[in-house]
C-alpha cells in the first residue's frame, strides 16, 4: 500500500476529510499536512507543502484540494520533483499517472462531487506509468525547456 499525503486550504478541507477516511479504509498510510479546518488560509503554503512531503520521502505520492484545484496544484507545481494532475473524472486521473507520471492528484473541491473524487482517487493509485514514448516526454520535464 502507498503512502499518501495530503494538504488542502480551507475550501479543500471537507473533501480531503472525506478522501483521508476513503483512503485508510482502502488500507493505505495517510498523512495529513493541514489545513485542519475551514478557516481561510493560504492554499501556496499546502501546495508547497506536498512538495516537501515527497522530496523528503515522507510520501509516495499526493492528494491536494483547494477549491477549483487550480491554485494548490500551482504552489505544488513550483517544486521541481512535483507532477500534480488537476483531475476532474477517473479518465484524466488514470491518464496523468499513465501518461504524465504524476505524483500529485489535484481536486477542485467547489467542482467535483465526493464520487467523482473517489472515481480519481482509485484511478490515480492503481494506474501505473505506461513508460516507453511517455518517458521521454516526462522527462523533458526536467530540463526547463532547453
Same mark, same amino acid.
Given at each position: 500500500?502507498?503512502?499518501?499525503?495530503?494538504?488542502?486550504?480551507?475550501?479543500? %478541507?471537507?473533501?480531503?476529510?472525506?478522501?483521508? $477516511?476513503? @483512503?485508510?479504509?482502502?488500507?493505505?498510510?495517510?498523512?495529513?499536512?493541514?489545513?485542519? &479546518?475551514?478557516?481561510?488560509?493560504?492554499?501556496?503554503?499546502?501546495? %508547497?507543502?506536498?512538495?516537501?512531503?515527497?522530496?523528503?520521502? $515522507?510520501?509516495?505520492?499526493?492528494?491536494?484540494?483547494?477549491? +477549483?484545484? @487550480?491554485? @494548490? &496544484?500551482?504552489?505544488?507545481?513550483?517544486?521541481?520533483?512535483?507532477?500534480?494532475?488537476?483531475?476532474?473524472?477517473?479518465?484524466?486521473?488514470?491518464?496523468?499517472?499513465?501518461?504524465?507520471?504524476? $505524483?500529485?492528484?489535484?481536486?477542485?473541491?467547489?467542482?467535483?462531487?465526493?464520487?467523482?473524487?473517489?472515481?480519481?482517487?482509485?484511478? %490515480?493509485? +492503481?494506474?501505473? %506509468?505506461?513508460?516507453?514514448?511517455?518517458?521521454?516526454?516526462?522527462?523533458?520535464?526536467?530540463?526547463?525547456? $532547453?
Amino acid at each position: 500500500m502507498a503512502k499518501i499525503a495530503f494538504a488542502s486550504d480551507h475550501a479543500g %478541507f471537507p473533501l480531503k476529510q472525506e478522501l483521508k $477516511n476513503y @483512503i485508510q479504509d482502502l488500507g493505505h498510510e495517510v498523512t495529513d499536512l493541514g489545513t485542519d &479546518s475551514e478557516e481561510s488560509v493560504d492554499y501556496p503554503d499546502f501546495g %508547497f507543502a506536498i512538495g516537501n512531503a515527497l522530496t523528503g520521502g $515522507n510520501a509516495d505520492v499526493g492528494i491536494i484540494v483547494c477549491g +477549483t484545484g @487550480i491554485g @494548490i &496544484s500551482i504552489a505544488a507545481n513550483r517544486n521541481p520533483a512535483v507532477r500534480a494532475a488537476l483531475c476532474h473524472d477517473g479518465l484524466t486521473a488514470r491518464m496523468a499517472r499513465q501518461h504524465n507520471d504524476a $505524483n500529485v492528484l489535484a481536486l477542485g473541491a467547489r467542482v467535483t462531487g465526493i464520487e467523482t473524487a473517489k472515481d480519481c482517487v482509485v484511478a %490515480f493509485l +492503481t494506474t501505473e %506509468f505506461e513508460g516507453g514514448r511517455h518517458a521521454r516526454r516526462v522527462a523533458k520535464l526536467d530540463t526547463s525547456g $532547453n
